[in-house]
């Protein structure tokens, strides 16, 4: 179990320890640039056209740096200034658009051919284009963008160095990698744990974080580049909607059963269920944007999700004031999780186009990794405290409630088993048969509440004399046996005889003006002796006793072989 959580961990934080400072040398340095775009006003918007220059009139200011816009075609004009040829290795020019738009750049009136494309948040993708050497400073250049898809994205364009937008991508794609390889170990892991262990945690955990995993390489982009995951690229959006709206499914499924909610509250367990189903009808309703109803259904998904949050939020402070650790875990990681997604949420929202910053490259992949730890620890501790419950169960089961030792069952089993490790081992085992004498009276005497004292005084004078490997239990109403291991006649005698005075030494007082004295019969049966195993060890040492009690009682007395 400890193993599932932390070996993913590790190799994040030493993945993450080994290009340290590359990462830190390849901070972003693009240069936003002042950009126009070609007005309705414009006679004319063919190729030759606009990139001849003739319509540089029709050009006005872009508001901001980001177009906004839906489908269709549009032009954009940019001067790089001086500082863009000014910067360390190949000055490059880098738009960023829908990965679904199509993007031409033109200077001098010839096509500029594109250098690569990198992978980015929200369906963006940037195209990096190396301006020809023979531009000169305030030479423009122009951008024909088709835009394309039925959700809009913003294009906005910038200047950098090739070296650090590449090395910047890099780093990204670094950290997207290594996120989705940690939260997919780990689903996996649980997935493998749920074979054996069969607790339904352990699925929900490994569906939730297999999502989770999903929804990180497909927002940013990463994934439509990998192997297997690349046939998603028709998908767009739905390839990070979808598995999001079914991982907030899973997570309310996941927090009724963390916080126990069917057992405490069935109304609120019933309720994350209505939850669940929302969450699943709102990843069919992301079809529905096909239709023109893009921001109908964000905006039905974002209310659900607040909502869902805040519910979950509160159920789990509950759950945790109650008592319930595993919940207290989940609260901080969905806490974390829910803090980070809305303020990507809102990252998008104030400037889409620009995702090189330290929330959606750092933030929100290290608050998932965080999560699925912090989640995980949940479910450990909440395995542990049932393990524990378990073993209090298991104990109280195997022993007697009024003085604490084995009861019956029990102790025939730990006979048994005693007996067999000593005929493997080919060493003795004895036997203590302790009877206490007049016992009856005590109980017609003074009542049972003095007869239950009377028993419960004399076991701690009997572990006064065994070892820790040795058992005792109670085996009828005033009858104990101890189980010796390893013990021969010869040893067994002088325990039994120190059993017995430390018995007669016993006063149970608050019943009576004086109190009550005690003494015992010990039948002692050994199997050196008498060649005998198991149960016949308690008939021998119980017939020893008898004989002991006709004797005059409070004494020991050996079991003869002719006994059995």
Request: hydrophobic residues 55%.
């Amino acid at each position: 179990m400890r193993g599932w959580i932390a070996t993913p961990l590790l190799i994040f934080i030493a993945a993450m320890s080994l290009p340290a400072a590359e990462t830190a040398e390849a901070a972003p340095a693009s240069r936003p640039l002042a950009v126009g775009l070609l007005g309705a006003a414009a006679p004319n918007d063919g190729v030759d056209s606009v990139t001849s220059g003739a319509l540089d009139a029709y050009f006005q200011p872009l508001p901001g740096d980001t177009l906004r816009t839906g489908r269709g075609t549009f032009w954009l004009r940019v001067q790089p200034p001086e500082s863009a040829f000014s910067v360390a290795g190949m000055p490059v020019l880098v738009v960023h658009s829908a990965r679904q738009s199509r993007v031409e750049l033109f200077a001098a009136g010839a096509a500029i051919p594109l250098a690569t494309t990198l992978a980015a948040f929200g369906g963006i993708q940037e195209r990096v284009y190396a301006l020809p050497a023979g531009l000169a400073a305030g030479q423009a250049v122009y951008a024909r963008i088709e835009a394309s898809g039925f959700e809009s994205r913003g294009v906005s364009l910038s200047a950098a160095a090739l070296g650090e937008t590449l090395d910047r991508a890099a780093a990204h794609a670094r950290m997207i990698a290594l996120t989705f390889g940690a939260l997919t170990s780990m689903a996996l892991a649980a997935l493998l744990i749920w074979f054996i262990l069969a607790d339904k945690l352990f699925i929900l955990y490994s569906t939730f974080f297999f999502l989770e995993a999903l929804y990180i390489a497909f927002l940013s982009g990463q994934g439509f580049d990998w192997p297997v995951l690349s046939y998603a690229r028709p998908l767009a959006s739905f390839a990070w909607n979808v598995p999001v709206s079914l991982a907030g499914a899973v997570a309310c499924l996941f927090a009724r059963e963390i916080a126990d909610l069917r057992i405490f509250s069935p109304r609120v367990y019933r309720v994350f269920g209505w939850f669940a189903l929302t969450f699943m009808a709102l990843a069919c309703a992301n079809f529905a944007k096909l239709f023109g109803f893009v921001s109908l259904v964000n905006a039905i998904g974002n209310l659900i999700f607040l909502a869902s949050a805040v519910f979950t939020l509160v159920v789990l402070f509950l759950s945790w004031r109650r008592g319930n650790r595993a919940a207290g875990w989940f609260l901080i990681a969905w806490a974390m999780l829910e803090g980070v997604a809305i303020a990507v949420a809102l990252r998008f929202l104030g400037r889409a186009g620009e995702d090189s910053d330290a929330l959606l490259y750092d933030g929100l992949p290290l608050s998932m990794v965080a999560a699925a730890i912090l989640i995980a620890l949940g479910v450990a501790d909440r395995l542990r405290q049932q393990r524990l419950a378990l073993t209090d169960a298991e104990r109280r089961a195997g022993t007697d409630p009024l003085t604490g030792v084995l009861n019956r069952r029990s102790l025939i089993e730990r006979l048994d088993a005693a007996c067999v490790r000593a005929r493997a081992g080919g060493w003795p085992i004895a036997l203590l048969f302790i009877d206490l004498d007049h016992f009856k009276l005590i109980n017609d005497t003074f009542g049972h509440q003095a007869g239950d004292a009377c028993l419960r005084g004399i076991i701690e004078p009997i572990h006064l004399e065994l070892r820790q490997s040795d058992v005792i239990g109670r085996y009828g109403g005033e009858e104990f046996v101890v189980i010796l291991g390893g013990a021969d006649a010869a040893a067994a005698h002088p325990i039994a005889q120190r059993i017995l005075e430390r018995v007669a030494n016993v006063r149970v007082e608050g019943f009576g003006e004086q109190p009550i004295r005690l003494t015992c019969s010990i039948g002692v049966a050994t199997s050196d002796t008498l060649g005998v195993w198991g149960e016949h060890l308690i008939a021998s040492a119980d017939i020893a006793v008898y004989a002991a009690k006709r004797s005059g009682r409070n004494r020991v007395q050996m079991a003869a072989f002719s006994a059995v």
